[in-house]
């Protein structure tokens, strides 16, 4: 009974490891990223980011972090940095890499 529940459990750890899509090297033994430890946040280059059909940062987002306006024609994606846990998630997924860190 105990080493199936040993089993399970690094079944679980292994299957929470390969769905992050964080890169070990951003991780820092205290559990925070290297960029939340710094002070840094996440910005979207308005003049990179194209509102693309993707919406990967929108939607991809674990804690709802990106929202997304439509000024005229163009869609704009915007973070709140009051909601944003510094996953770099968002950072990974955009097609153009206008979302980067910033100090």
Do not use: H
């Not at 079944?11 to 925070?32: F, P, Q, R, W």
Request: glycine residues 6%; charged residues 20%.
């Amino acid at each position: 009974m105990k080493r199936n529940f040993i089993v399970i459990a690094f079944v679980m750890i292994a299957l929470a490891i390969a769905s992050c899509t964080d890169s070990i090297d951003k991780i820092s033994i205290s559990g925070e990223t290297n960029q939340e430890a710094s002070g840094a946040t996440v910005v979207i280059d308005a003049n990179v980011c194209y509102g693309c059909g993707y919406e990967n940062c929108y939607t991809r987002c674990p804690v709802k972090a990106v929202s997304k306006t439509k000024i005229g024609d163009r869609t704009y994606f915007i973070i709140d940095p009051e909601k944003c846990i510094k996953c770099g998630i968002c950072i990974e997924s955009c097609p153009f890499d206008a979302i980067t860190w910033k100090q």
